[in-house]
């Protein structure tokens, strides 16, 4: 791709480098200059993130820059001066949807000639999307990448002022910056960043590209975190990382991912998620913690991806499906009552159907109450994009379908085993539908619907379970905490 001087353009040679560099944590990084302070004053933005968790963790900081710039949220985008779309790149599908959205609203520009297009997360740094966004989309005045958030004040003045496209993507391995304003989507329920990066380079996968290499905050930063969600009232955190069991390990932090959640279940907060694991370094530490502290939620979510062998190690995943299957029969001895979820590929290429077959045999094995099925999307600049394949679509398409039957039916046997019982469901809110109707979740991650009278969101119910679905339970409230 050429390289254009004015713009700093992705570059997945350069983001696939890891150095051992060691990580800087930058605590005053961020700031805005004394011309930029108020030009979101009478202006207001519209947000709207795809994809993970990180994704829209990054969103509440996108949020809250924008607010400090005096910007007002809003949902409509018809009244938005500013339009930003936070984009996923794990599979075509995803990216594709954005750049439908787009297109789509292209037309606001008529309406208003000031209207600001901006498009930021892992597209941004990809190098053929970002040269697509440049040839066919035109009207996107803003590009920047993962790495480039703290610059958002900036980037956007120059967009507004220039009114010539910016675009600012760098691909390093990436810093940790700390003190970032941060807009909380939630009233009781939080993300928190404990790592950011990925150094496992699955070969089907885009996200070591954009996001960088894998680097910790430091502890204190993060009970403090912790800590101020406790006294702002939020019930529930879940620690975010692209793979949680590396936590530390480039700060030789002693103990690891293992010692970080002791120290969050000590700080008493009333319910503690992590996501994701990956099953290669998830230590004994780690699930001695899990099935200790009654804190630390019972629910694992253990991306499998394929139960067979052969496949595992092209796909990079570094374990074999028999020391998938010992951890995931240690996690169900040790954490009792545990729920878990999986993620799961098929169709990568040349996928042979004894190899799915042996993916259903694992999924039958380990009966997950839910699983995220997903055709393989080759991801331009990866391994597996350069493989050749010859697994014809529809037969991708056979399989998901097939996988899906096994999935679905043992969620529906899972949730089975709930009827009649009482769980404890954090209430999230009444459905928009009907106000007697109120929804959350149990520590097992299983969604609720319920009738109750007078139910506070946030507050830790008892529900007795009357149905179960594949995906959601219905019961009725017995008594508020
Ligand atoms: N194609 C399909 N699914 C993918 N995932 C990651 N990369 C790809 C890809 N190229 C899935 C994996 C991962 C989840 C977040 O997305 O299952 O665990
Ligand atoms: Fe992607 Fe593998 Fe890293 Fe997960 S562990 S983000 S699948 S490279």
Redesign the pocket.
């Known amino acids: 791709m050429k390289v254009n001087q004015k713009w700093n353009m992705p570059d997945l040679k350069a983001a696939k480098q890891r150095t051992k560099k060691q990580v800087t944590i930058e605590k005053s990084l961020f700031n805005i200059p004394s011309e930029v302070k108020n030009i979101g004053v009478g202006r207001k933005y519209y947000l709207r993130t795809y994809g ?1 968790q990180a994704n829209e963790r990054d969103g509440e900081t996108i949020a809250g820059i924008l607010e400090e710039l005096q910007f007002e949220p809003t949902t409509n985008y018809e009244e938005a001066d500013l339009i930003l779309l936070n984009t996923c790149a ?2 075509k599908n995803a990216e594709d949807k954005v750049l439908g959205e787009l297109g789509h609203l292209k037309y606001l520009r008529q309406k208003n000639p000031d209207l600001l297009f901006g498009l930021c997360g892992c597209m941004a740094q990809e190098e053929d999307v970002v040269d697509t966004i440049i040839k066919k989309y035109k009207h996107v005045d803003l590009v920047f990448g993962t790495h480039n958030i703290h610059r958002l004040p900036v980037l956007l003045y120059q967009a507004m002022m220039s009114k010539e496209r910016t675009i600012e993507v760098f691909s390093k391995e990436g810093e940790v910056i700390e003190n970032l304003p941060v807009k909380r989507f939630g009233t009781h329920k939080a993300w928190v960043n404990i790592m950011y990066g990925c150094d496992k380079f699955c070969t ?3 996200v070591p590209y954009t996001r960088g290499k894998e680097r910790s905050r430091q502890v204190e930063d993060i009970l403090d975190e912790v800590k101020v969600l406790i006294k702002d009232g939020f019930k529930e955190i879940t620690l975010l990382g692209q793979n949680v069991n590396s936590y530390g390990k480039d700060l030789q932090v002693e103990g690891g991912f293992a010692y970080l959640l002791e120290e969050v279940a000590k700080t008493g907060i009333e319910r503690i998620r992590f996501t994701t694991s990956h099953p290669w370094d998830f230590s004994d530490e780690m699930i001695d913690v899990i099935a200790k502290y009654d804190n630390i939620m019972p629910f694992i979510h253990l ?1 499998v ?1 394929s139960g067979s062998d052969s496949m595992l190690k092209i796909m990079g995943r570094r374990y074999t499906s028999e020391q998938y299957l010992t951890l995931f029969n240690k996690l169900k001895e040790k954490v009792k009552g545990a729920a878990f979820s999986t ?3 098929v169709g990568f290429p040349n996928e042979t159907d004894e190899q799915f077959q042996d993916t259903l045999k694992l999924v039958d094995h380990c009966k997950f109450d839910n699983s ?1 099925t ?6 331009v600049g ?1 391994p ?1 994009a350069a493989m050749e394949d010859n697994v014809p679509m529809d037969v991708k398409e056979q399989r998901l379908q097939e996988l899906m039957k096994h999935t679905n039916h043992w969620a529906k046997v899972n949730n089975e085993s709930y009827k009649g019982k009482i769980v404890k469901v954090l209430v999230d809110g009444p459905s928009k539908k009907n106000k007697d109707v109120y929804s959350g979740y149990t520590p097992q991650n299983k969604l609720v619907n319920f009738t109750g009278e007078n139910i506070q969101s946030g507050t830790i119910v008892d529900v007795e379970i009357i149905e179960a679905k594949s995906f959601s339970l219905d019961g009725k409230a017995i008594k508020v905490d």
């Open positions: 993970c794990v599979r089907y996968c885009i991306p991806q993620d799961i590929i995220f997903f055709i393989y999307s080759p991801r990866t597996a």
